[in-house]
């Protein structure tokens, strides 16, 4: 089996859970070399917010589950964020069953349309905000509460395109991580880096040693998220 892994698996299938931005990025270049790799092996995925993807992975539904956690909080598959929290709001899982593999740091941007100026949080307290997913928009309203005030999230989608449509036509302000705009950037917003906001994206599976299929996509996706943002989303500043 080991030798497989180098020259090619015989066959085989592994299944993934991803978040949409991470399937808009690193995931398919991880699943082509992946094919290219092991031809024999079927690989499936689908799209899934953490909170989803983690149920799909406990109930034995996939084999891999992508997740992300923003400082101080857990992902929705119980991997620590970046103070330490150890596991999520929901049902109580158990945690020692499940392994939780880093795959990369993505900074954190405030969104605005082009020309506007202002590059903190409260610079456009006063604006309409753009709310994302529910767990980005649970993010948003504690760094704008750490900033000193409440958000007025006039709009909400977990849609990265239609939230820089939003912000473009001047209808509010946003934050979005660096995966959504490396993914897709409209040319009328601008992004300022938000610092403290590093979100992290982990690979969880089961804590026994995987399969031969699950490793060898573990391998493609360390591969694949580590060259993420080698070509940074334009005019991107820290």
């Given at each position: ?36 790799d ?8 689908t ?8 149920r ?31 596991r ?28 506007l ?24 309203v ?29 209808l509010?302000?946003?934050?979005l991580?660096?995966?959504a ?33 699950t ?12 060259a993420?943002?080698d ?8």
């Open positions: 089996e080991e030798l497989a892994l180098h020259t090619g698996l015989r066959a085989g299938r592994v299944r993934l859970a991803a978040f949409p931005s991470a399937l808009g990025t690193f995931v398919p270049q991880a699943a082509a070399a992946f094919a290219a092991h031809p024999a092996v079927e690989l499936r995925f799209a899934a917010e953490p909170p989803d993807a983690a799909l992975l406990r109930a034995g539904e996939v084999e891999v589950a992508l997740g992300f956690s923003y400082p101080g909080r857990p992902d929705a598959t119980g991997a620590p964020g970046a103070a330490g929290a150890s999520p709001a929901g049902p109580p899982a158990d945690d020692d069953s499940l392994r939780h593999e880093p795959l990369l740091t993505e900074p954190t941007y405030l969104v605005t349309p082009a020309g100026t202002g590059d903190t949080l409260r610079d456009h307290a006063d604006r309409p905000w753009i709310g994302g997913c529910e767990r980005c928009r649970t993010n948003l504690r760094a704008c509460a750490d900033a000193g005030f409440t958000p007025d999230l006039a709009y909400t989608t977990d849609d990265y395109v239609a939230v820089q449509a939003l912000v473009a036509v001047g509010g302000v946003t934050t991580p660096g995966l705009l490396a993914a897709h950037r409209h040319p009328g917003v601008r992004t300022v880096r938000l610092p403290g906001q590093d979100r992290h994206v982990t690979a969880t599976l089961y804590a026994t040693p995987p399969d031969p299929p490793a060898a996509l573990l391998t493609h996706l360390r591969a694949a998220a580590g993420a943002f070509v940074p989303a334009a005019d991107t500043r820290s």
